[in-house]
């Protein structure tokens, strides 16, 4: 059983450019969580997402957005990206929002 | 005040001690409290959860909660290398959005 799966694994961008990250879910599993850890700090929750639509928000500029696809899949969107966006992104999914939370080994994105 | 605290270490014990890590929080609408073992490179994996307070233990791990505190403990019986990681403390109210501590760094020395 595959657990939940993360793509790519590092990303270097320059800032003002765009990045998608990807996310598949623990199999079984319908909900998408995204957090942003950065460098020496606990994972801070960018959003949550629930039948294809984002159920909850964390602090976090309208520059990040994401989408969640029929077959529980997510994506992660992030516009005019800046060097504060530098960080591991981490995908977690959960068998609805109150189930555990299991993560993903996450997408090192470098913005230079 | 952070709505969680949590020291960052590094902390190093030797093999076979008793570990003892802890963090403090401010929201009392945490009703739910985790932690999580991450190893360097890796994404965090849960340790334990617990609900509300009172005392929960899986092998050598005990988890503890005292919320009239606003307190958690994790501790690691017979501590081993491959311990060493970093512990972070996680915590949830009604509305399941979960705050992370800054998680602590533990060495493990053989």
């Known amino acids: 059983d595959a657990g939940v799966t993360q793509s790519p694994t590092h990303l270097i961008k320059t800032r003002g450019q765009q990045v998608t990250l990807r996310c598949s879910p623990k199999?079984?599993?319908?909900?998408v969580s995204w957090y942003q850890q950065a460098l020496g700090q606990g994972p801070q929750f960018i959003f949550q997402y629930y039948e294809e639509e984002e159920r909850q928000r964390g602090n976090f500029p309208d520059r990040f957005s994401g989408h969640q696809f029929p077959n529980y899949s997510s994506e992660l969107n992030v516009n005019a990206l800046l060097l504060g966006d530098s960080a591991l992104y981490l995908c977690a999914s959960s068998l609805d929002e109150r189930d555990t939370q299991y993560f993903g080994p996450g997408t090192r994105l470098t913005v230079l | 005040q952070k709505e969680v605290e949590q020291d960052p270490g590094p902390l190093s014990v030797p093999e076979g001690a008793i570990v003892s890590l802890n963090c403090t929080y401010s929201n009392s609408a945490f009703q739910y409290f985790m932690w999580y073992r991450q190893y360097s490179r890796k994404g965090p994996e849960l340790l334990m959860y617990t609900y509300s307070s009172g005392n929960k233990e899986d092998g050598r791990f005990t988890a503890q909660v005292d919320k009239s505190s606003k307190y958690i403990s994790l501790f690691i019986r017979d501590s081993q290398p491959s311990d060493s990681a970093t512990y972070l403390c996680?915590?949830?109210?009604?509305?399941?959005?979960?705050?992370f501590g800054k998680g602590t760094r533990l060495h493990i020395l053989p």
């Open positions: 199999s079984g599993h319908d909900t």
């Open positions: 996680a915590m949830s109210g009604r509305d399941d959005k979960i705050i």
